[in-house]
């Protein structure tokens, strides 16, 4: 039985140092370095996956062995999550990465592929890119070529499906990882000579923006720190997912403003069927958790922001904006309004989303 166990850990070893090393082994690795028979290293080999020690990576093609992974040797996923938003044909993809500099390699890559990306941001660890559905051809290789980057984006039956083009560490991602991710359905890939192209399977969730203001009073409290409990609260709801937390300083010659006149907006994904739940259960949670009577909630869906609701945002910055105003270009817009007069500043969160922080905390920076 000693002999056994020794033979076990110095073959398992062999495994991982190969995993460790090339991403997979053979049984012919083991084979010439443990210096066994073919046979009994394909006993090993066969022991251990059914031990759950190592799993079948790629089966036999042709004269291409099969290939093998220790599961003790691969690294802990990178990606957290992944998922996906749709308004019409506009499609924003995140990608929720455990560091920042892998959130920025990919960003960086991406762009420089081009495709159909329209737009590549990164915020800390969560990189968030737009596309529109379709596809066009990208190069990929090595240096001075793009690693990494994002051929088409196609929809079919309530999913996304991200087209990626890969070689080398990203493709070893796409491979390995990207499948454990949270959000991500399934992955698809095929393999060309050194190039992995790859169909990432996703559903196709509704982006939500809400906004809220006046929840604090002269006695304490803070709307930005009630968003970040909010969105903690909504997120906890099955299928909604958070995005981003933001502050809009508004206009500061407001005379009944608290202190810094500010309000605050929250952006999460959510699946179509939790959308009622999800405007429900922020109505409630604000309305109980508000320290001023005249709280006010503005609730958006979609992807885009139209010229009307940008120039109300712009507006709400440089005047004193009146509720009947609000509810005007609100019920225009589809957005919905919960609360008192703070819905004129959740309105103007919501109608500056998506612009970047240092506009959004300058009001005197210029609109277009």
């Known amino acids: 039985m000693t002999s056994v166990l020794e033979h076990r850990r110095e073959y398992l070893h062999l495994m991982r140092q190969f995993t460790l090393d090339n991403n997979f082994f053979t049984v012919t690795d083991i084979q010439k370095s443990a210096g066994i028979p073919r046979s009994t290293a394909q006993d090993w080999v066969t022991r251990l996956v059914h031990e759950g020690c190592v799993f079948l990576k790629d089966e036999k093609r042709g004269r291409s062995p099969a290939r093998y992974a220790a599961i003790s040797a691969l690294p802990q996923s990178t990606c957290r999550r992944i998922f996906t938003t749709v308004d019409g044909d506009i499609v924003e993809i995140y990608h929720d990465c455990v560091s920042g500099a892998c959130a920025a390699y990919c960003g960086y890559h991406h762009t420089l592929a081009g495709g159909v990306l329209k737009t590549v941001e990164r915020d800390g660890t969560l990189l968030r890119e737009t596309a529109r559905i379709g596809e066009q051809d990208i190069s990929i290789g090595l240096f001075p070529l793009s690693a990494v980057g994002i051929s088409g984006v196609s929809q079919e039956k309530g999913f996304v499906i991200q087209h990626i083009r890969c070689t080398g560490g990203p493709a070893y991602s796409v491979t390995d990882m990207m499948s454990r991710a949270e959000g991500v359905i399934r992955v698809e890939p095929t393999h060309e000579k050194t190039v992995v192209e790859a169909k990432i399977w996703t559903k196709a969730l509704v982006h939500v923006t809400i906004g809220i203001d006046d929840t604090d009073s002269s006695d304490g409290g803070a709307t930005f720190a009630l968003a970040l409990a909010l969105l903690t609260q909504v997120t906890r709801i099955k299928g909604v997912l958070p995005i981003s937390h933001h502050v809009v300083m508004l206009n500061q010659q407001v005379?009944?403003?608290?202190?810094?006149?500010?309000?605050?907006?929250?952006?999460?994904?959510?699946?179509?069927?939790?959308?009622?739940?999800?405007?429900?259960?922020?109505?409630?949670?604000?309305?109980?958790?508000?320290?001023?009577?005249?709280?006010?909630?503005?609730?958006?869906?979609?992807?885009?922001?139209?010229?009307?609701?940008?120039?109300?945002?712009?507006?709400?910055?440089?005047?004193?904006?009146?509720?009947?105003?609000?509810?005007?270009?609100?019920?225009?817009?589809?957005?919905?309004?919960?609360?008192?007069?703070?819905?004129?500043?959740?309105?103007?969160?919501?109608?500056?989303?998506?612009?970047?922080?240092?506009?959004?905390?300058?009001?005197?920076?210029?609109?277009?």
């Open 255 to 368: 005379v009944e403003k608290t202190a810094g006149n500010s309000a605050s907006y929250i952006e999460v994904a959510a699946m179509q069927s939790q959308v009622e739940n999800l405007i429900e259960k922020t109505r409630r949670f604000v309305a109980d958790e508000s320290l001023s009577p005249n709280w006010g909630i503005a609730i958006s869906t979609g992807l885009t922001i139209s010229p009307g609701l940008r120039k109300y945002g712009k507006l709400v910055r440089e005047q004193v904006i009146t509720r009947s105003a609000a509810d005007t270009i609100a019920g225009q817009e589809g957005i919905i309004l919960f609360g008192g007069k703070g819905v004129i500043g959740a309105l103007g969160a919501v109608a500056l989303a998506r612009l970047p922080d240092e506009v959004l905390l300058d009001p005197a920076q210029k609109i277009a």
